[in-house]
């Protein structure tokens, strides 16, 4: 879990800062107010629409780590069941 924590914030940190510099690159080349206001907007779109898809891959990768989760977890308890009822005989039992 920790890796993931750290490697999430490390994305999130790369992609601030690659952002950063690309506005920070736009503003400062020598290029004509409205060329500039072009630019960014099609980058913006252009990361929104990037943005949109890597959520979409980890809202997939997130549905299968919830499916193997609740499968592992259901076998866990189905194994628990059983060990316990080897234990346990069946005239121990107080209804």
Aim: glycine content about 8%; overall charge positive; cysteine-free.
């Amino acid at each position: 879990m920790s890796d993931n924590d750290s490697f999430g914030a490390f994305l999130v940190g790369f992609l601030v800062g690659g952002v950063a510099g690309a506005m920070a690159a736009l503003l400062l080349a020598p290029q004509s107010g409205e060329e500039t206001r072009s630019l960014l907007k099609d980058k913006s779109i252009e990361l929104r629409d990037q943005a949109a898809q890597q959520a979409d891959v980890i809202a997939t990768k997130a549905g299968k780590v919830a499916t193997q989760a609740k499968s592992r977890g259901k076998d866990f308890v189905d194994s628990a069941k059983k060990a316990v009822a080897k234990k346990i005989p069946p005239e121990a039992t107080v209804e």
